[in-house]
């Protein structure tokens, strides 16, 4: 399947910081990519679809300028949480497809963030 | 109601046994249809993918899909230790990759 990467893994922060996370597609290009979030025993919940080169597609209650999504190349998207909280702690997950694929996504290992 | 909902278990089977996930959706636009693992702590990982009526098997795994009742079933043959884990039923529309993921069963498996 294809390479979705993922960083970082984990980050830690104060309350009032922002936090960057990229996505990566390793071995194709992407020109959409997903962005879940994960709460704990819960199912991943779609927050955004990442369109590069274009404004991202925020799901029904995501807060767009709290979650700013930049898709700038073919190969990377990312997510910026600004102004984090503790409740904004979360496993956030990015997904990619391949170009005339079937649908199936593939995702990158996550990125676990904890805000103090 | 959800648009994807899975029973969220635990689901508990004796190694080597038959374990059975099951799985209805409320979109009948959904073409394409997804089962992923999730291990605790990790991103998912697919296992199957199944996009017409009928079985599909791949080793160990067979998905089942029935569109009149929107229905997706996923069995694991002669489980392992190793198949616990969460197990995420996830339906599509076309080839967009925005995918709806119900709330996930975990599968419990017992030496």
């Known amino acids: 399947g294809a390479v979705v990467s993922q960083h970082p893994s984990w980050v830690i922060c104060k309350s009032g910081t922002s936090v960057k996370i990229e996505c990566r597609s390793l071995d194709f290009q992407a020109t959409t990519m997903f962005w879940y979030r994960q709460f704990p025993k819960q199912s991943l919940m779609l927050m955004a679809t990442s369109n590069e080169g274009s404004k991202a597609t925020y799901e029904q209650g995501v807060e767009k300028d709290k979650f700013l999504i930049n898709h700038a190349s073919l190969t990377l998207s990312t997510l910026t949480v600004t102004s984090a909280h503790p409740e904004d702690s979360s496993f956030y997950i990015c997904s990619a497809g391949t170009s005339g694929g079937t649908g199936e996504l593939f995702f990158g290992e996550g990125s676990r963030l904890t805000v103090l | 109601q959800k648009e994807v909902e899975q029973n969220s278990g635990p689901l508990s089977v004796p190694e080597g046994a038959i374990a059975s996930l099951n799985c209805t959706y409320s979109?009948?636009?959904?073409?394409?249809f997804f089962w992923y693992r999730q291990y605790s702590g990790k991103s998912p990982e697919l296992i199957m993918s199944i996009y017409s009526n009928g079985d599909k098997e791949d080793g160990r795994f067979t998905a089942q899909l029935n569109k009149a009742s929107q229905y997706v079933s996923l069995l694991i043959r002669d489980s392992q230790p190793s198949d616990s884990a969460t197990y995420l039923c996830a339906g599509g529309r076309g080839n967009t990759g925005k995918l709806i993921f119900g709330q996930g069963t975990t599968l419990q498996v017992k030496p």
């Open positions: 979109d009948r636009g959904s073409q394409s």
